[in-house]
Nanobody, 117 residues
Framework: QVLLVESGGGLVQPGGSLRLSCAAS??????????MRWYRQAPGKQRELVAT???????TYTDSGKGRFTISRDNAKKMVYLQMNSLKPEDTAVYYC?????????WGQGTLVTVSS
Protein backbone atom coordinates (compact mmCIF):
# COMPACT_ATOMS: atom_id res chain seq x y z
CA GLN A 1 0.00 0.00 0.00
CA VAL A 2 1.37 3.38 -0.97
CA LEU A 3 0.77 6.75 0.66
CA LEU A 4 1.02 9.84 -1.52
CA VAL A 5 1.82 13.36 -0.35
CA GLU A 6 1.55 16.31 -2.70
CA SER A 7 3.34 19.63 -2.27
CA GLY A 8 4.20 22.73 -4.23
CA GLY A 9 0.84 24.41 -4.52
CA GLY A 10 0.26 28.04 -3.76
CA LEU A 11 -0.77 31.41 -5.14
CA VAL A 12 0.67 32.41 -8.49
CA GLN A 13 -0.10 35.22 -10.90
CA PRO A 14 -1.52 34.50 -14.35
CA GLY A 15 1.28 33.56 -16.71
CA GLY A 16 3.39 32.21 -13.88
CA SER A 17 4.70 28.73 -13.20
CA LEU A 18 4.53 26.18 -10.44
CA ARG A 19 6.03 22.75 -9.95
CA LEU A 20 3.96 20.25 -8.01
CA SER A 21 5.58 17.28 -6.36
CA CYS A 22 4.15 13.99 -5.15
CA ALA A 23 6.14 11.78 -2.80
CA ALA A 24 5.29 8.09 -2.47
CA SER A 25 5.94 6.11 0.70
CA UNK A 26 6.86 2.81 -0.81
CA UNK A 27 9.96 1.14 -2.12
CA UNK A 28 11.49 2.39 -5.34
CA UNK A 29 10.93 -0.97 -7.00
CA UNK A 30 7.23 -0.93 -6.16
CA UNK A 31 6.85 2.74 -7.09
CA UNK A 32 8.38 2.10 -10.50
CA UNK A 33 5.52 -0.16 -11.58
CA UNK A 34 2.76 2.30 -10.73
CA UNK A 35 1.06 4.35 -13.38
CA MET A 36 1.04 7.86 -11.98
CA ARG A 37 -1.49 10.55 -12.75
CA TRP A 38 -2.29 14.12 -11.80
CA TYR A 39 -5.91 15.13 -11.46
CA ARG A 40 -7.46 18.41 -10.45
CA GLN A 41 -10.76 19.55 -9.03
CA ALA A 42 -11.87 23.13 -9.42
CA PRO A 43 -14.47 24.64 -7.07
CA GLY A 44 -17.90 23.36 -7.95
CA LYS A 45 -16.61 21.01 -10.64
CA GLN A 46 -15.86 17.31 -10.95
CA ARG A 47 -12.36 15.97 -10.60
CA GLU A 48 -10.64 15.74 -13.98
CA LEU A 49 -7.56 14.03 -15.30
CA VAL A 50 -4.68 16.31 -16.25
CA ALA A 51 -1.71 14.09 -17.09
CA THR A 52 -0.51 10.48 -16.99
CA UNK A 53 2.93 8.90 -16.92
CA UNK A 54 3.28 5.16 -17.29
CA UNK A 55 5.81 2.90 -15.61
CA UNK A 56 7.73 3.03 -18.90
CA UNK A 57 7.80 6.82 -18.85
CA UNK A 58 5.27 7.46 -21.58
CA UNK A 59 3.21 10.58 -21.03
CA THR A 60 -0.23 11.69 -22.10
CA TYR A 61 -2.15 14.85 -21.41
CA THR A 62 -5.73 15.90 -21.55
CA ASP A 63 -6.73 19.23 -23.00
CA SER A 64 -6.42 20.65 -19.49
CA GLY A 65 -2.66 20.26 -19.49
CA LYS A 66 -1.59 19.83 -23.08
CA GLY A 67 1.10 22.23 -24.20
CA ARG A 68 1.57 23.92 -20.83
CA PHE A 69 2.05 21.12 -18.31
CA THR A 70 4.74 18.47 -18.11
CA ILE A 71 4.51 15.33 -16.00
CA SER A 72 7.69 13.50 -15.01
CA ARG A 73 8.83 10.92 -12.51
CA ASP A 74 11.96 9.92 -10.66
CA ASN A 75 11.60 6.29 -9.67
CA ALA A 76 14.75 6.27 -7.54
CA LYS A 77 13.35 9.14 -5.44
CA LYS A 78 9.81 7.80 -5.61
CA MET A 79 8.57 11.13 -6.87
CA VAL A 80 6.28 12.38 -9.59
CA TYR A 81 6.15 15.99 -10.69
CA LEU A 82 3.86 18.32 -12.60
CA GLN A 83 5.53 21.35 -14.10
CA MET A 84 2.86 23.93 -14.91
CA ASN A 85 3.65 26.93 -17.09
CA SER A 86 1.62 29.81 -18.46
CA LEU A 87 -0.91 29.35 -15.71
CA LYS A 88 -4.40 30.75 -16.14
CA PRO A 89 -7.09 31.61 -13.60
CA GLU A 90 -9.04 28.59 -14.82
CA ASP A 91 -6.20 26.36 -13.64
CA THR A 92 -7.21 27.18 -10.08
CA ALA A 93 -8.00 23.87 -8.41
CA VAL A 94 -6.90 21.29 -5.89
CA TYR A 95 -4.39 19.04 -7.62
CA TYR A 96 -4.27 15.38 -6.68
CA CYS A 97 -1.66 12.73 -7.26
CA UNK A 98 -2.90 9.24 -8.12
CA UNK A 99 -1.05 5.92 -8.22
CA UNK A 100 -2.57 2.94 -9.95
CA UNK A 101 -1.81 -0.71 -10.64
CA UNK A 102 -4.68 -2.37 -12.45
CA UNK A 103 -7.87 -1.76 -10.45
CA UNK A 104 -5.97 -0.68 -7.34
CA UNK A 105 -5.38 2.99 -6.86
CA UNK A 106 -4.32 5.45 -4.19
CA TRP A 107 -4.87 9.18 -3.85
CA GLY A 108 -2.99 11.92 -2.12
CA GLN A 109 -4.66 14.61 -0.05
CA GLY A 110 -4.24 17.27 -2.72
CA THR A 111 -2.47 20.60 -2.97
CA LEU A 112 -4.24 23.86 -3.75
CA VAL A 113 -3.19 25.95 -6.71
CA THR A 114 -4.64 29.44 -6.99
CA VAL A 115 -3.98 31.51 -10.09
CA SER A 116 -4.93 35.10 -9.46
CA SER A 117 -3.59 38.60 -9.76
Amino acid sequence: QVLLVESGGGLVQPGGSLRLSCAASTSASIFSIYIMRWYRQAPGKQRELVATITNAGSTTYTDSGKGRFTISRDNAKKMVYLQMNSLKPEDTAVYYCNAAIGPLERWGQGTLVTVSS
